[in-house]
């Protein structure tokens, strides 16, 4: 065997955060090997890193006797044996999907599957075998996301709406009691909110936008993660197949949810509260106290992101706030719940909860017509979801049966586009924090029309990360005469929310 193999060394790079990977000095083609990869910590990343040395220099039985080595020791690991008893990593429980937007194993695969063993083992192969960089290879074939210090920005590759988005106009507002969603509907369902494909920032293109539809723009170079340039950048790029356990902290039950309301601007709330590094939240919507009820508590706070002391766990789940059963579950979870609500002219909002629906469904008929049961006597459709979620007053009323006003706070959706740094100030006094996030975050991009996320000073691009383009999207135009029926038919239930709220949101 070659000597040098006890000459290598392994080195944790400790600045900038690159936990969990190792620099191996003899096999300067492998720079970087994240040690979770390996799976097993300290030696096997060792046993391989010399294998590659071996590579270079052993004839050809040595060659061969080092591909049935690493054969078995992969056919080891996906049997399971290699990884769960590595101390200080805790396996994910038995049955529990992985949390979606979690920040430990944030739209990631399953790590506990023997599926999700393949997959890193496979791209640790590949990355290998090609001599590039594993974390870049891994990279480039799923779904990354990237958690730096202002939050996180995913790129999925596949643009898989996001449950959240199609389920308002799915669930009922009243769950019919012994309503069960079936196992894999469930999952497959927390799955498609992982994928988070239309709910995280993204970065704008390098190059100027030309026009509205550059959106597109936004994501086509948004589906490959940048090249890796730096160890800055390193640290900033989780790839999703090769989730590294956060190992401090504990995971609660969260002190505060968003619970409303869908298409409010409940995405750009929580992403902006992701900057400040006393909150922790699940990146996707858990749907736990309007679809998973059944799975209980336990299965709802293991799928919280791990905080330590003075951290606030959170979540946001805009479908909440219209499902009957949702004030009182989460009051039984705690009383002391803080929620927030975000609304918009319910106008708009139901024009673009039309338009989100349109974009999947080009067949769909005309706002028109699903707004109005009689368009020549003006009578709305109360019945289509999209008018009924603007009724706030009315949903409000439910809530408060169980929550006191104190418990909540009202966040206007336009004001979180026009002065998103104002309206971030009041949510941080409401759930007690500092006030750290402010004007110097937010950055406005004229071409999409909406604030976006600056970057933090001295990061290695300075581009803002704006939503992705499902958010801010193009309305269609709807005929004036029947807006006006649409708005006077919102305007008591309007007068009655701003009564109820004691605020006045200015939509009238
Ligand atoms: N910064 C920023 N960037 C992009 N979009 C922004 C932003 N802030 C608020 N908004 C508004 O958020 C609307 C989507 O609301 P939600 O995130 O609550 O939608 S969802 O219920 O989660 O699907 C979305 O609605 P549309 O304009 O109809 O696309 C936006 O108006």
Request: proline content about 8%; overall charge positive; aromatic content about 10%.
């Amino acid at each position: 065997m070659v000597t040098h193999f006890d000459t290598v060394s392994l080195e944790r790079h400790v600045p900038q955060g690159t936990e969990g990977r190792w620099l191996c000095h003899v096999c300067p083609d492998v720079p970087w090997l994240p040690a979770p990869l390996m799976g097993c910590g300290f030696i096997k990343p060792r046993i391989l890193c010399g294998h590659l040395g071996v590579l270079r220099v052993q004839p050809k039985v040595s060659l061969l006797l080092t591909m049935i080595f690493l054969f078995t020791y992969v056919f080891y690991c996906l049997t399971g044996s290699c990884c769960e008893s590595q101390p200080g990593i805790p396996s994910v429980p038995a049955g529990l999907t992985v949390a979606p937007g979690q920040i430990d194993g944030e739209d990631s695969l399953p790590s506990g599957s023997a599926f999700g063993r393949l997959i890193r083992i496979g791209s640790l192969l590949g990355g290998l075998v090609s001599s590039g960089s594993v974390l870049g290879d891994s990279m480039g074939a799923d779904d990354s996301v990237f958690r730096g210090p202002l939050g996180s920005i995913s790129t999925p590759s596949d643009p898989i709406p996001s449950a959240s988005t199609l389920e308002s106009s799915l669930i009922p507002y009243h769950i019919p009691q012994g309503t069960q969603l079936s196992a894999s509907t469930q999952e497959d369902a927390l799955r498609k909110d992982s994928a988070g494909a239309e709910d995280t920032m993204r970065t704008p293109p390098a190059e100027p936008i030309g026009s509205i539809s550059s959106d597109s723009a936004f994501h086509g170079t948004l589906k490959s993660p940048p090249p890796i340039t730096s160890s800055a950048n390193i640290v900033t790029q989780r790839p999703r197949a090769f989730p590294i356990p956060n190992r401090t902290g504990t995971k609660k039950f969260p002190q505060a949810i968003i619970v409303g309301v869908k298409k409010g601007g409940t995405r750009a709330l929580l992403e902006y509260l992701r900057v400040h590094p006393d909150v922790r939240a699940l990146g996707a919507e858990p749907h736990f106290f309007d679809r998973f009820y059944d799975k209980g508590l336990e299965w709802y706070r293991n799928l919280m992101p791990r905080t330590l002391g003075g951290q606030i766990t959170m979540e946001k789940t805009p479908s909440y706030f219209v499902t009957t059963e949702v004030p009182k579950r989460i009051y039984n979870m705690s009383k002391d719940t803080k929620l927030i609500v975000v609304v918009r002219d319910p106008v708009t909002r139901a024009i673009s909860d039309y338009t989100q629906t349109l974009s999947k469904n080009q067949n769909l008929s005309s706002f028109e017509a699903l707004a109005f049961k009689n368009i020549s006597t003006g009578t709305i459709n109360t019945s289509w979801s999209a008018i009924r979620i603007g009724i706030y007053a009315k949903h409000l009323e439910n809530w408060l049966q169980y929550f006191p006003l104190s418990k909540f706070l009202f966040v206007s959706g336009e004001k979180l586009v026009s002065n998103p740094s104002e309206e971030m100030g009041r949510v941080q006094d409401f759930l007690g924090l500092k006030r750290i996030i402010t004007d110097k975050h937010f950055h406005f991009n004229e071409t999409k029309g909406f604030p976006c996320l600056k970057k933090p000073n001295g990061s290695s691009s300075s581009m803002p990360r704006c939503l992705g383009k499902s958010k801010g999207r193009l309305h269609p135009n709807i005929d004036k005469e029947l807006l006006r029926h649409l708005q006077a038919f919102y305007r008591p239930y309007n007068m009655k929310f701003y009564q109820m709220t004691e605020q006045n949101f200015g939509w009238d």
